[in-house]
């Protein structure tokens, strides 16, 4: 229990800045393997995504911290809530910070793809926060299936122990 309630509290730290360099590569290489797989033309030069239409800096606040951090609230919530097993809890976490961090690539990507398709004059290309939210919000019933069967199977190893069995 102390070590759950320390997991929780730790959410509220201001530590988690530290990830946003990596969360930033991360969606500049997973938007540079999307894009390699349409025919829009672009160049990747760090942290700059450039296509015909214009140029996409994948900014501190554009790596998705925010959703990752969400995302992991949510997972841990879920694991503390339904989960008994410290495996079982660390694959849900998991879970949800993996979903947060596709979510914010497929997000840079529909907003390089509204911004081609646009020629950049889409209002998304000034503020483009809700949309962002939006896709989370799409994302996460994946992580509620996936956490759901992670709890499942925490259930069923669970009733198949030898010490759970009414032999």
């Known amino acids: 229990v102390v070590a759950s309630v320390g997991a929780a509290w730790s959410l ?7 990830s946003v360099p990596a969360l930033q590569r991360m969606t ?42 969400s995302g992991i609230t949510i997972g841990t919530m879920y694991a503390l809530l339904f989960l008994r097993r410290w495996r079982g809890r660390l694959a849900v976490v998991a879970t949800a910070a993996a979903v947060s961090i596709v979510a ?46 992670l709890e499942d199977g925490e259930a069923r190893a669970h009733s198949a122990s030898p010490e759970n069995r009414d032999d």
């Open 12 to 18: 509220a730290l201001p530590i988690w800045e530290v």
């Open 28 to 69: 500049v290489l997973a938007n540079q393997a999307l894009l390699s797989l349409t025919s829009i033309q672009a160049t990747i030069a760090g942290d700059t995504i450039t296509i015909v239409s214009g140029t996409f800096l994948v900014a501190d606040s554009c790596a998705g911290l925010n959703f990752f951090m």
């Open 104 to 149: 914010n690539w497929v997000r840079v990507f529909g907003l390089v793809l509204i911004g081609e398709y646009t020629s950049m004059q889409s209002p998304l290309m000034r503020e483009h926060g809700t949309y962002g939210w939006l896709v989370f919000l799409v994302a996460l019933p994946v992580f509620f299936l996936a956490a759901r069967r």
